[in-house]
């Protein structure tokens, strides 16, 4: 499975944008899908993750109120919404997915499929 990771772009602060990924396989088969990003300089830090049907979805505390993690079967994707974004959103997003449960779904090592990153830059 190969994963694609769509919609990044260049947004001004306070607007929004939607990321997608989409996996080469059905969606539906796998576990989880997450979100990770990494801003210049800094650490990777764990956006949000959607699990299988009736799994539910899950966004880092910090994010909450401003980014939405959803699953489309129908489309063949997750999405990671984005609403009144800042300047400190600027980072390479990554959509990772884990066809089990191999551990904690807030690290990154518990995935075993990853996407190849999308930029997003929000301007001041």
């Known amino acids: 499975v190969q994963l694609q990771a769509s919609g990044g772009g260049l947004v001004q602060a306070g607007g929004s944008l939607r990321l997608a990924c989409t996996p080469s396989g059905r969606i539906s088969s796998i576990y989880a899908v997450s979100w990770f990003r990494q801003a210049p300089g800094k650490e990777r830090e764990f956006v949000g993750f959607s699990r299988r049907s009736g799994g539910g979805t899950y966004v880092a505390d910090s994010l909450q109120g401003r980014f939405t993690v959803s699953r489309d079967n129908a489309q063949n994707s997750v999405y990671l919404e984005m609403v009144n974004v800042r300047p400190e959103d600027t980072a390479v997003y990554y959509c990772?997915?884990?066809?089990?449960?191999?551990?904690?779904?807030?690290?990154?090592?518990?995935?075993?499929?990853y996407g190849q990153g999308t930029q997003v830059t929000v301007s001041s």
């Open positions: 990772t997915a884990a066809q089990i449960h191999y551990g904690d779904l807030k690290l990154w090592s518990s995935y075993r499929i």
